[in-house]
């Protein structure tokens, strides 16, 4: 059953957060590094509506970003902070904790007047202002209410760049955290010229053949027990099969799409030697509570762990006995019930 989602921001914090962005001047925007789709998008969508209000935008990213957001407009990206310029306000979008900030955690956290926009459920409260609604898709798709809320005109751009983190965030409208809500707005972006082909195009089709040989070690590697399916990258393979730029959330899902996975964990070994890892679940199991108990985080139905130390046979083997004993305590009560 799809479900309804019944999106209420906090009127005090709404109003807040909209007085105090528009009494600001210079505002600097941050998000959460390896950015996705929803935050660039976000990033994107607030920069433009902000320039449009006559504000003087900053966006700090600690690298650039995947090429395959090219087709964003995002203006005036700054990956360092040289000039000590400061800011009236610093805004976090889809960020669920400080440190995620990465190396631009300082510049935001000086800052005496510190607002998030965030859907994260798992999150530290770090800033002054903090609009957060975990019942939605995306960050892309609250700032769709708050914007709507404010009486901005959604352009064509806007449009696009909601929709591209919607799209993401919900792998193409698969996971459940599509509701009847994130479709209505989907309809009013696509009423406002958002393009959902040429999204949809430029996000998914998109492999390279390093892409494709990378899918090929994933499937090799591949292991089931039960509902669970893992599978790894070697940095020797990695290497031997010169992949410079694995796409993890592409490789990922390739397991998760096996009929009998409900569950999908993929280990990445690094060049440093430390290991990432990415889990889904497609059904009722909280995927964010096994990356939580080896030191990662993330939502119910996509999360991770990154810069694991320890070895990866080792923590692939442990993380399938821990979700093994704890089958029963991962489910989501909601999902059972809707079921
Ligand atoms: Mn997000």
Do not use: W
Request: hydrophobic share 40%; with cysteine; glycine share 6%.
């Amino acid at each position: 059953m799809m479900k309804t989602t019944k999106v209420k921001i906090n009127k005090k914090d709404y109003l807040l957060l909209k007085n105090k962005l528009l009494s600001s001047k210079t505002v600097a925007l941050f998000t959460h590094i390896s950015p996705d789709a929803d935050a660039l998008g976000s990033i994107s969508a607030l920069s433009e509506m902000l320039i449009k209000n006559n504000k003087e935008v900053v966006i700090f990213l600690e690298n650039p970003y995947q090429q395959t957001f090219n087709f964003l407009p995002l203006k005036n990206i700054q990956f360092n902070n040289k000039k000590n310029k400061t800011f009236d306000i610093v805004v976090a979008v889809d960020v669920a904790n400080p440190s995620l900030l990465g190396k631009f955690q300082d510049v935001y956290m000086s800052n005496s007047n510190k607002l998030v926009i965030d859907h994260h459920s798992k999150r530290i409260k770090f800033a002054d202002v903090e609009i957060v609604e975990e019942n939605v898709s995306s960050t892309c798709e609250l700032l769709y209410y708050f914007f709507k809320k404010l009486n901005v005109g959604i352009t064509k751009t806007i449009a696009n760049s909601l929709l591209t983190g919607i799209i993401g965030d919900t792998g193409r409208f698969l996971h459940a955290s599509t509701t009847t809500s994130t479709l209505k707005v989907v309809i009013q972006l696509m009423d406002s010229g958002a393009d959902l082909n040429l999204i949809n195009s430029k996000l998914y089709k998109n492999l390279t053949l390093e892409n494709l040989k990378a899918q090929k070690l994933v499937i090799e590697n591949l292991e089931l027990n039960g509902v669970i399916g893992v599978s790894f990258l070697k940095i020797q393979d990695i290497k031997i099969n010169k992949i410079s730029h694995i796409q993890s959330a592409e490789l990922i899902n390739l397991i998760a799409s096996l009929s009998s996975v409900e569950i999908a964990i993929l280990l990445i070994e690094q060049a440093d030697g430390t290991i990432n890892v990415s889990f889904r679940s497609t059904t009722r199991y909280d995927v964010s509570k096994v990356a939580d108990k080896f030191g990662g985080g993330g939502h119910k139905q996509a999360s991770g762990i990154k810069k694991f130390k320890g070895n990866l046979d080792n923590l692939k083997k442990d993380l399938i006995n821990y979700i093994l004993d704890n089958l029963g305590e991962l489910k989501i009560n909601d999902y059972i019930n809707n079921r």
